[in-house]
């Protein structure tokens, strides 16, 4: 689903934000990413979805070669990766309905589509009951559960996470692991980016270290 | 469901989210949007009246030229019944309005007149000086120093002519003017269009910036640049409308209540009568199709910036 080769990354042109790194994700598998900050783990993530183009090297993502991909053809790659930070990155000014429901409005999906997927998304995040507060009036671990709903309402086949618990006290993060590994069981493709011992250890997943923008144990 | 019954209703869902968009964002962000329709109106009013004064001036000059004349002095030996059908030949061409006998004694008068006080020196000449001659006035709308030069030429050699004085210069000079005021006028108004779709797009460009965090979440969410684009270019658009709606009614407002001192001010400083023109409906319409076009592509330029990141 994911193939990395060789993938060299600089931002300055001399300093590497990746190295040479080459990696290799199946259908249906979890992987985390880890490794201290600054090791480059949020840019492999970013060439994931195509928010950064590789200096080097070939980024394959679900059949596609992202070197070779038309700027115009991102948006259909996007749909079908859903992505979640840890600063959430919802809209303060919309309802929980609304954020969850923006991946469905952006492809078109009717008025009923659209609530039916909506709802199913929040049900399994636990959060009907929050459908029209706004995500300020939410606690951390709600909007982060929000974010997660609005990353799968759409069925993509992979779901990217970046530092997912950094943010959450302990009992929070449990419940976002929970999620994503309910994801993994049904299918998807989950990459997490984290430094957190404890996610790390609270599941049964393969772990690529990375370390001045280098693989150093896979 | 299939796919040919689903790609119409998404369409539909599709324009009606983004109209949806595009009006909500009016109270979203009143001010930016008011700033917008305010500076569209207050430059679409200054273009509009820059084209009427224009206009205006135009057809004053254009009035000017039709009084182009040039005369036949007459030689003095010329018997009535030859200078008859020299004017009625002349009577007959497409481009003469009219040709009038101004006989010797009706020159001294004039010139009586033009002089005034020194009239006197008049009577002391042993003899009237003054030729009699054909004046002859060109239509309306045939104007130009082609028509006069063709008419000269044709007549300078005739036997009862003895020369011909045309207004060459005087006209030539006015069709200069005219061509300037309409280039010069041009170039304003393309002028007052750039600055307005710079303003536009400066304003715009503050209501994208203002839902910036939006438009990051929906090409994330995998929005194409059209998605994103269309609520802002309705936006702009609808900002073209009302900015319109405002200027139309100003310009009006200004005519009613301006136009007449206006005019009586220019006829008592320059001696020239002047006639504002009423903003027509396709003068409207053509202030509508500018403010459209600008609050477009304004919006279009403004988004840009945003996307690709
Ligand atoms: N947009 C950027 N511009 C310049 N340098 C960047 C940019 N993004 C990341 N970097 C640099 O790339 C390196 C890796 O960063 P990052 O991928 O964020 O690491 P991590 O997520 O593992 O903390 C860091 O040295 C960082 O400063
Ligand atoms: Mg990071």
Do not use: W
Request: hydrophobic letters at 50%; glycine letters at 6%.
């Amino acid at each position: 689903m994911i193939d990395l080769f060789h993938v060299f990354k600089t931002f300055d042109g001399v300093t590497p934000a990746l190295a040479d790194v080459s990696m290799s994700v199946g259908k249906g598998e979890l992987v985390f990413v880890t490794g201290p900050s600054g090791a480059g783990k949020s840019t492999l993530l970013r060439l994931l979805f195509a928010a950064e183009r590789p200096t080097r090297g070939q980024v394959v993502v679900a059949g596609e070669n992202l070197e070779r991909m038309r700027p115009a053809n991102v948006p259909y790659l996007r749909r079908s990766i859903g992505v979640v930070f840890q600063d959430f990155r919802l809209l303060p000014t919309r309802t929980v309905f609304e954020n969850v429901a923006f991946p469905l409005e952006v492809r078109g999906d009717g008025r009923s589509e659209i609530e039916r997927r909506v709802y199913r998304s929040l049900k399994e995040v636990g959060l009907v009951h929050k459908a029209y507060a706004m995500p300020p009036a939410l606690s951390g671990g709600e909007q982060q559960r929000v974010a997660i709903a609005r990353a799968l309402v759409g069925d993509p086949a992979i779901l990217l996470a970046d530092e997912p618990t950094a943010s959450l006290d302990p009992d929070n993060a449990r419940e976002v692991v929970k999620l994503l590994e309910t994801a993994r069981i049904r299918g998807t493709t989950v990459v997490i980016a984290t430094h957190d011992r404890a996610l790390i250890a609270a599941m049964n997943a393969r772990t690529v270290a990375l370390a001045g923008g280098r693989v150093v144990s896979a | 469901m299939s796919g040919v019954f689903q790609s119409p209703a998404r369409g539909f869902h599709l324009v009606r989210a983004h109209v949806r968009t595009a009006l909500s964002a009016l109270t979203r962000t009143p001010v930016l949007s008011a700033v917008s329709i305010l500076t569209m109106s207050a430059t679409l009013t200054l273009l509009g009246a820059h084209q009427l004064l224009s206009l205006a001036m135009e057809s004053t000059l254009a009035d000017l030229g039709t009084e182009a004349r040039l005369a036949l002095v007459l030689k003095d030996a010329v018997t009535d019944a030859a200078r008859l059908s020299l004017a009625r030949e002349i009577n007959a061409l497409d481009e003469v309005a009219r040709v009038d006998y101004v006989s010797r004694e009706a020159a001294r008068d004039n010139l009586k007149k033009t002089l005034g006080a020194q009239a006197a020196v008049l009577d002391t000449l042993p003899e009237n000086p003054l030729p009699a001659s054909l004046e002859i006035t060109l239509q309306s709308g045939v104007r130009g120093v082609d028509t006069l030069r063709r008419i000269a030429s044709k007549y300078r050699a005739h036997p009862a002519v003895d020369e011909v004085v045309t207004a060459e210069s005087a006209v030539l000079r006015l069709e200069a003017e005219t061509t300037l005021l309409r280039i010069s006028g041009t170039a304003i108004g393309i002028l007052l269009i750039l600055a307005t779709l710079l303003l536009v797009a400066n304003t715009i460009r503050l209501t994208v910036y203002a839902r910036r965090d939006e438009i990051a979440i929906m090409t994330l969410c995998g929005a194409t640049d059209a998605y994103v684009r269309t609520p802002f270019i309705i936006e702009g658009a609808i900002h073209g409308v009302i900015g319109t709606a405002l200027a139309t009614s100003l310009l009006f407002g200004a005519h009613f209540a301006l136009a007449a001192p206006l005019a009586d001010l220019i006829s008592r400083a320059v001696g020239l009568s002047i006639t504002l023109p009423v903003p027509s409906f396709s003068f409207v319409l053509s202030l509508l199709v500018i403010a459209l076009a600008v609050g477009v592509v304004g919006s279009a330029i403004s988004v840009r910036r945003f996307l690709r990141t």
